[in-house]
């Protein structure tokens, strides 16, 4: 139920869905919205070395590819958890921002997707 819900509320707030069902079909969608843009990419495990124009400077970035920590169907939020790999500035540097997230990491509640990242030992220093 989650997703269905996420993706319709991301919808409704104007945003771009694309459901895909693997990793495989994940990395064909993010090269063919990528295309040849100068991009800043998290660390996300099973997507590394997508085979895109790394951006030498953070600050000529034109996309910035994250993964969400948590998502929130009801809100059609994401939780950007700040660590190693996953710096804030790849969300916030580029014009354009990818978040990826697994239909596991979608909660049914803002409230849900807050528990999740109160959970974490250590607390995150930015979110």
């Known amino acids: ?8 509320r991301l919808q409704a707030l104007g945003i771009e869905v694309s459901r895909v069902p693997d990793l495989a079909a994940c990395r064909a969608v993010l090269v063919e919205l990528v295309g040849t843009a100068r991009v800043l990419m998290d660390e996300i495990p099973g997507l590394a070395g997508l085979d895109q124009v790394r951006a030498q400077d953070p ?15 009801d809100a059609g939020a994401v939780a950007l958890v700040q660590a190693a790999g996953s710096p804030r500035r790849t969300s916030l540097l580029p014009p354009h921002h990818i978040v990826v997230t697994s239909a596991e990491r979608i909660r049914d509640t803002y409230q849900e997707m807050v528990d999740d990242i109160a959970r974490l030992d250590p607390p995150p220093t930015g979110v």
């Not at 139920?1 to 319709?8: D, I, K, P, Q, Y």
């Not at 600050?59 to 169907?73: L, Y």
């Open 59 to 73: 600050w000529d970035a034109e996309v910035g590819i994250s993964e969400a920590f948590s998502a929130a169907a």
């Open 1 to 8: 139920m989650s997703t269905e819900s996420f993706e319709a």
